[in-house]
Nanobody, 121 residues
């Protein structure tokens, strides 16, 4: 019903920057929120940042001041600008969207396929 396509991951040295993008497409009536989660090897998936339909944002404490989430409503795309990257930011980053696909359904959760971010020391 809804597809999320991520891009922008890669390998970067500590202190560097990356920008992730996630474009949504499909049967979208409205989007409640879009965000980014990450999962490092051997760890649980955790919230990195989320932005809601009224542009409210929320960040994990570990990324506050370094990461910025934003969105382009016309392109139905969410971005994650990651600055001052640290080796502990290394993980697979997943895009998430909470979407209403029709007035007769409740909000549904969708995930992207994930993009690898590796920060070398």
């Amino acid at each position: 019903q809804v597809q999320l396509v991520e891009s922008g991951g890669g390998l970067v040295q500590a202190g560097g920057s990356l920008r992730l993008s996630c474009a949504a497409s499909g049967s979208i009536f409205s989007i409640i929120s879009m965000g980014w989660y990450r999962q490092a090897p051997g760890k649980q998936r955790e919230l990195v940042a989320v932005i809601t339909s009224d542009d409210s944002t929320n960040y994990a404490d570990s990324v506050k001041g370094r990461f910025t989430i934003s969105r382009d409503n016309a392109k139905i795309t969410v971005y994650l600008q990651m600055n001052s990257l640290k080796p502990e930011d290394t993980a697979v980053y997943y895009c998430n969207a909470l979407v209403i696909v029709a007035l007769t359904t409740g909000p549904l959760n969708f995930w992207g396929q994930g993009t690898q971010v590796t920060v070398s020391s």
